[in-house]
């Protein structure tokens, strides 16, 4: 199975600001997602991001506050736009090679 | 994607198999099941997937019935970092899957 790093592992960050999240893949895979866990929650996708085009949004979410970037096969990022305290969330990344993989997720806690 | 019913939470006792259910009665003939888990803090982890037939791997055993509205996921031996968040999700193998997350059943292995 694909190995899935992320980056930061957590961060703490001011209301207001945007953190951008890194995921990398050891292997080229064409589906890559990005998922939110609300505390206490279950995983919500927040959209598939697309390899030369931009990201498809699941509804709830906007490109404007979680811009996609894919540049490649093997690299996403997520940004956390004018990021309020509830945006505190573990955000992951994953991707579709006979299954769905997942990332260990960054921990974000908005002040 | 079919709609899962899991209970909240179960105990098993180390060393004891663990038996978690999963009711999916609106299962359509293309949907498999798949099952995830998510211990503490952790990216969620696949653990086993199928379509009608049971399945077993190093993790897992998948008993899916006849009629194919329910599973059982046994875990034969369970130890305490078995203690997880154990999700059933229902999906249409295949690209561009989406993985739809309930809230799935907090299994705790008691000592």
């Known amino acids: 199975s694909a190995v899935i790093s992320q980056k930061p592992s957590r961060d703490i960050c001011q209301r207001g600001t945007s953190l951008t999240i890194q995921c990398q893949v050891d292997?080229?895979?064409?589906?890559m997602f990005w998922y939110r866990q609300q505390p206490g929650q279950s995983l919500t996708l927040i959209a598939t991001?697309?390899?030369?085009?931009?990201?498809?949004?699941e509804s709830g979410f906007v490109i404007d506050k979680f811009p996609i970037s894919r540049p490649n096969l093997t690299f996403s990022t997520l940004t956390v736009s004018n990021m309020s305290p509830e945006d505190s969330s573990i955000y992951l990344c994953?991707?579709?090679?006979?299954?769905?993989?997942f990332g260990p997720g960054t921990r974000l806690l908005v002040l | 994607d079919a709609k899962t019913t899991q209970p909240t939470s179960m105990d098993c006792a180390e060393g004891r198999a663990a038996n978690l259910p999963c009711n999916h009665s609106t299962i359509s003939g293309n949907e498999y099941v798949y099952w995830y888990r998510q211990i503490h803090s952790q990216g969620p982890q696949y653990i086993i997937h199928g379509l009608k037939n049971n399945e077993t791997n190093e993790m897992a055993s998948l008993i899916i019935t006849e009629d194919r509205k329910s599973s059982t996921l046994i875990l034969p031996h369970a130890t305490l970092r078995d203690t997880a968040v154990y999700y059933c999700i229902v999906s249409e193998s295949g690209s561009a899957r989406q993985l739809t997350f309930g809230s799935g059943t907090q299994l705790t292995v008691l000592p």
């Open positions: 994953s991707v579709e090679e006979e299954t769905q993989y």
């Open positions: 292997s080229q895979v064409t589906m």
């Open positions: 991001a697309n390899q030369g085009s931009e990201a498809t949004y």
